[in-house]
């Protein structure tokens, strides 16, 4: 899954400004910047905040964080197994389904 957007789904934390894009400057404004609500891609807060969001996110679905490896996520659930890998703008995801095994005592 390949997301084009990603970055824009983040929340900046603080103030940023950037300078008016070529086009947008008007006579005796040209002074003026713009202010940021959403992160843009390249900016350096934008990959941080949009890692955080989803991280709140996806755990609010029942997925463990992997404590090597942050950007790996794991839901059990019986006998279903869900593996979601981040990597950059990419989430890949895994899907298996355990059989039971069952332990025999030969005497």
Not at 2 to 21: A, T
Not at 37 to 66: H, M, R
Not at 69 to 80: A, C, E, P, T
């Amino acid at each position: 899954m390949d997301i084009k957007i990603v970055f824009l789904n983040g929340d900046l934390e603080e103030n940023v400004y950037m300078d008016r894009p070529m086009g947008f400057s008007f006579e005796g404004e040209e002074h003026m910047v713009c202010k940021l609500k959403k992160p843009i891609y390249g900016l350096k807060q934008a990959s941080c905040q949009w890692y955080l969001n989803f991280n709140d996110t996806i755990v609010s679905f029942g997925f463990k964080e992997n404590t090597v490896d942050r950007w790996i996520y794991l839901k059990v659930s019986g006998s279903k197994v869900i593996f979601l890998i981040l990597y950059v703008d990419c989430i890949l995801v895994f899907y298996m389904r355990l059989r039971s095994f069952y332990l025999v005592s030969l005497k």
